[in-house]
């Protein structure tokens, strides 16, 4: 007889036994001292940093998807680069106070967080989310995606490990293993579970927001780039190249089209070439809208992360060698134009704009078809071209003369380190920030009393009526040769209303 094993069954159970030890281990973590908590977090980050290439191998190995030697570029930003964003960040008992307003701030964790983590970072987000979680007395279970399970739960032991050896609750780092659609929907809705980080495909997102828990999502990132006449064009093109490259393109916020002015088309044309560009025939443009979406208004899942070696196979094109990105020259823009969609791989739409106003519309164009809210990216010397740029267009980050998938995330710039880049309301999240490890603090606030308030004397209009009332009938009762003080009647009658109230 052949036992049939319910998979879907045992992911729900292992994810249930998860939440049970990460919440039972949260209690404990309670109780730490800020030391103890930065003692952790240190022995964590380093022990994540120091096996940042093998990890970034096995990612690639897993998923098929981008570039070791960049995935170790992402592993080190998850955790150096963030370890020292907050080492310096109060997370413990009073961490403000205004003493002349007489208020102090105590911190306070969430509880459990439920971490989904995507196929194109599985490692450095699992890192990200890990030691945000831990800096803030938080416990943390991962839920990775179904393509990269094995990197993302080796990651996590490695922070595991590191942190039981520093001290941690055992139990407070949990990854499940089995993948589940299922499993990784009820772990949101888990009673248990008080905080959710979402990092993920719009379905995934809508999910967590749906769940009934706090929620921290992020939308697409349909970046343009807009090259201005002014710009140092040769820079400006480098830089772009370098960024949609990196990890093939896997980076959310990974310029998906370039906008240029016309009157620099010709140079920066020759820059894309000398820059290991290949910008496609109008027959190789139509071959390859096919490989980029098989299905109108979807992107073909198998281009993500690949390298234009392989895409150009696909669409049966041979590239020059070394071929770094594809270029496809685009006019039109909508859900049914492959090239004008988010492509996660080293694709371009290129559009040519005939001045500043125009290049916006494209800009904001790109942006409503998919990236509102996530980022935008501008190579230009006139600083008051990129301001007008951000204040106008509905992104939360605006990234100047750099990689601006790099930049994004804070690996050349002065933005937070993060591996979860808010959208703001433009893209239909709670925070346009990177989120950190301040976003997973409740702030308690204890406040003295500073000033006096003085109120109103209330009057009883109850009394006040029935006293006019007993009054005006005394009066009209009593003989009218008679001198008497209406003053003095109505003073004896409300004595009287007051000691009756009394008794």
């Known amino acids: 007889m052949v036992t049939v094993i319910d998979t879907d069954l045992l992911a729900l159970q292992e994810m249930r036994t ?42 690639v190995e897993e998923t098929g998807m981008g570039v070791a030697a960049h995935k170790k570029i992402k592993n080190e930003v998850g955790s150096r680069d963030v370890y020292e964003s907050i080492k310096d960040l109060k997370t413990v008992g009073v961490v403000g106070e205004d003493k002349e307003k007489k208020v102090i701030e105590i911190a306070a964790p969430f509880g459990v967080v439920a971490a989904i983590v995507p196929t194109t970072n599985p490692t450095s987000t699992a890192f990200f989310k890990t030691l945000i979680a831990l800096k803030t007395r938080n416990s943390i279970v991962v839920s990775p995606h179904p393509y990269a399970v094995q990197c993302t739960h080796e990651a996590l032991k490695v922070c595991d490990t590191a942190a039981v050896a520093a001290g941690a609750p055992k139990g407070l780092i949990q990854c499940l293993t089995m993948s589940s659609l299922e499993a990784t929907q009820e772990l949101m809705k888990h009673p248990d579970v008080n905080l959710i980080l979402a990092t993920g495909g719009g379905g995934l997102v809508k999910a967590a927001y749906s769940s009934g828990k706090p929620a921290y999502g992020v939308g697409p990132g349909n970046v343009p780039v807009y090259i201005e006449r002014s710009a140092k064009i040769e820079k400006a093109v480098e830089n772009i190249i370098n960024s949609k490259s990196f990890d093939h393109g896997t980076i959310c916020a990974t310029e998906q089209a370039i906008v240029v002015d016309r009157s620099i088309l010709e140079l920066v044309n020759r820059a894309l070439k000398k820059n290991g560009a290949y910008v496609l025939s109008d027959e190789e443009k139509r071959l390859m809208e096919k490989v980029i979406s098989p299905i109108p208004g979807k992107v073909n899942p198998n281009i993500v992360g690949k390298s234009p070696q392989v895409i150009a196979k696909f669409a049966g094109i041979t590239l020059p060698e070394g071929t770094r990105v594809i270029v496809g020259m ?23 704009a005939a001045d500043v106003n125009h290049a916006k519309e494209l800009c904001l164009s790109l942006l409503n078809l998919g990236g509102r809210g996530h980022s935008l990216s501008i190579h230009t010397e006139t600083d008051m071209i990129a301001r007008e740029f951000a204040i106008d267009m509905p992104v939360s980050r605006i990234l100047v003369n750099t990689m601006s998938s790099v930049g994004a995330v804070g690996g050349t710039t002065g933005l937070l380190p993060s591996m979860t880049l808010g959208c703001g309301t433009f893209g239909g999240n709670i925070t346009s920030d990177n989120v950190t490890a301040k976003h997973l603090l409740n702030i308690k606030r204890m406040a003295y009393g500073i000033k006096e308030v003085e109120l109103p004397k209330q009057t009883n209009d109850l009394t006040e009526g029935v006293t006019n009332q007993v009054v005006s009938q005394v009066l009209n009762s009593m003989d009218t040769t008679q001198s008497v003080d209406p003053d003095m009647v109505k003073d004896l009658v409300s004595e009287i209303l007051k000691q009756l109230q009394n008794n």
């Open 18 to 59: 998860a939440v049970k030890a990460a919440k039972e281990a949260q209690l404990a973590y309670m109780s730490f001292t800020q030391e103890q908590v930065d003692r952790i977090v240190k022995a964590v980050a380093d022990a994540a940093f120091k096996q940042s290439e093998r990890l970034g191998k096995m990612a």
């Open 330 to 352: 685009e006019k039109n823009l909508g859900k049914d134009i492959p090239f004008s969609l988010e492509k996660l791989s080293p694709i371009f739409a290129m559009y040519v």
